[in-house]
C-alpha cells in the first residue's frame, strides 16, 4: 500500500473513534497554570490535557515541521535530553576539483564500505560535499562517532569485493599489449568511470605502476571523512530525551501525565523500517501508558 492511502485510512479510522485533529497547531510549551499553548492560525490557543503524549520528531528535515523547538521547553523543565546529532547521514569529506566537477552526482555501485569492525555491501553515492547514500547511512552511527573522537574517520572501500586480492593481482598481471593503464583496468578489474576516478584520487601515483600494489588499493582504499552533513539533512536523528527520565509506561517520572515517543527520544537505528517501527512501537507503548495513566486518575 502507498503511504497516502494508508494515512487516509487511518486518520478515517481514528476520526470514526472520535478523534479531533488541531492542524497547524504549534505546540509552544505551557501556561503558568500548566495548560497546553499553541500557536494556531487564529492566535494564541490553550488546551487543559488530562494526559499528553509529546511525538515532534527529532531535528532532521525541519522543513517537514521537527525543528526541535520542543528542547528547550523540556530543558527548562528539567528534563535531561542528550544533545541531537544527525544519523543515517551523509559526509563530507576533501574532493578535488576534478572529482567533484566530474563525478558529483555519480553512484559508486557493489563495494563492500567497512568501519569500526562493520562492513556493508552496497552502494553510495559520490557528492559535491562528500558521500551519501544507502551504505555509508549503514555505518553513520560509527563513522559520526569516530569523526566526534578523533577529528576524522577512515572509511574503508573494496572497489571489486566479489574478487580476492590474489585473483585481481593475477588478472591484472595478464598481458596488456597496447592498451592503456585505464583500458587494462577495466577489462580485468572491472575497474572504470568513478571507481576509477576514487582510485586516483586516493591511492598513491607510484601504485599504478606495479600491479601488486594496485591490486591491494583496489581492495583497501581508505576514503578520509572529515564531518557528517548537518542534521536538517539527516534522515533521523540520534540524541533526545534520556530513557532514564523515562517510566515503564514512556511517562516523563518529574512530569506526571506527560508521555513522549518517536524520534524525541534518545535511541537510534539504521533506516530501511527500524526507525518507523520503533517511533510506532513507542507510540503505542506511550498510547497505553497515557490510557492507563487515565484510568488510575
Ligand atoms: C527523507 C526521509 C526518509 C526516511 N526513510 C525512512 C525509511 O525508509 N524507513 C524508516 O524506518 N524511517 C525512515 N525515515 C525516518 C522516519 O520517517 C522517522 O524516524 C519518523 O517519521 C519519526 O517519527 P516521529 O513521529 O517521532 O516524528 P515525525 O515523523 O518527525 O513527526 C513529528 C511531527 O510533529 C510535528 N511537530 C514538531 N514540532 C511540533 C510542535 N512544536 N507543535 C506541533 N507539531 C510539531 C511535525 O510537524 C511532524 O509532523 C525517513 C526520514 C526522512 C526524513
Known amino acids: 500500500m502507498k503511504a497516502s492511502p494508508l494515512l487516509r485510512a487511518w486518520l478515517t479510522r481514528l476520526q470514526e473513534k472520535g478523534v479531533t485533529f488541531h492542524t497547524r497547531h504549534k505546540w509552544m510549551g505551557w501556561t503558568d497554570a500548566g495548560a497546553l499553548r499553541f500557536e494556531a492560525p487564529e492566535g494564541e490557543a490553550t488546551f487543559e490535557a488530562a494526559a499528553t503524549v509529546l511525538a515532534p520528531g527529532g531535528a532532521s528535515w525541519p522543513r517537514l515541521g521537527s525543528d526541535a523547538l520542543w528542547v528547550p521547553l523540556l530543558e527548562a523543565r528539567g528534563i535531561e535530553i542528550a544533545p541531537l546529532r544527525p544519523a543515517n547521514c551523509g559526509f563530507e569529506g576533501?574532493?578535488?576539483?576534478?572529482?567533484?566537477?566530474?563525478?558529483?552526482?555519480?553512484?559508486?555501485?557493489?563495494?563492500?564500505?567497512?568501519?569500526?569492525?562493520?562492513?556493508?555491501?552496497?552502494?553510495?553515492?559520490?557528492?559535491?560535499?562528500?558521500?551519501?547514500?544507502?551504505?555509508?547511512?549503514?555505518?553513520?552511527?560509527?563513522?559520526?562517532?569516530?569523526?566526534?573522537?578523533?577529528?576524522?574517520?577512515?572509511?574503508?572501500?573494496?572497489?571489486?569485493?566479489?574478487?580476492?586480492?590474489?585473483?585481481?593481482?593475477?588478472?591484472?598481471?595478464?598481458?596488456?599489449?597496447?592498451?592503456?593503464?585505464?583500458?587494462?583496468?577495466?577489462?580485468?578489474?572491472?575497474?572504470?568511470?568513478?571507481?576509477?576516478?576514487?582510485?586516483?584520487?586516493?591511492?598513491?601515483?607510484?601504485i599504478f605502476a606495479e600491479l601488486a600494489p594496485l591490486a591491494h588499493a583496489i581492495k583497501h582504499l581508505e576514503v578520509r571523512l572529515l564531518r557528517p552533513r548537518p542534521i536538517a539533512e539527516a534522515i533521523s536523528s540520534a540524541g533526545g530525551i534520556a530513557l532514564s527520565e523515562l517510566d515503564a509506561d514512556f511517562m516523563l517520572a518529574k512530569l506526571p501525565g506527560i508521555f513522549a515517543a518517536g524520534e524525541m527520544l534518545d535511541w537510534e537505528a539504521p533506516t530501511g523500517g527500524y526507525l518507523l517501527s520503533a517511533c510506532l512501537a513507542t507510540g503505542r507503548a506511550a498510547g497505553d501508558g497515557a490510557a492507563r495513566f487515565l484510568t488510575r486518575s
Not at 562528500?130 to 577512515?154: C, K, P, T
Not at 580476492?164 to 583496468?185: W, Y
Open 94 to 206: 576533501a574532493w578535488s576539483a576534478h572529482m567533484k566537477e566530474r563525478f558529483a552526482g555519480a553512484p559508486v555501485k557493489s563495494v563492500v564500505l567497512t568501519h569500526g569492525g562493520e562492513s556493508v555491501k552496497g552502494d553510495f553515492v559520490v557528492t559535491e560535499a562528500g558521500v551519501e547514500g544507502s551504505a555509508i547511512y549503514a555505518l553513520s552511527a560509527s563513522l559520526r562517532d569516530a569523526i566526534e573522537r578523533n577529528g576524522s574517520a577512515m572509511l574503508k572501500l573494496d572497489l571489486a569485493p566479489d574478487r580476492s586480492e590474489e585473483r585481481l593481482a593475477r588478472d591484472l598481471a595478464s598481458p596488456r599489449g597496447k592498451a592503456s593503464l585505464s583500458n587494462h583496468l577495466r577489462k580485468k578489474a572491472g575497474i572504470d568511470g568513478v571507481k576509477a576516478a576514487l582510485l586516483r584520487e586516493i591511492a598513491a601515483p607510484e
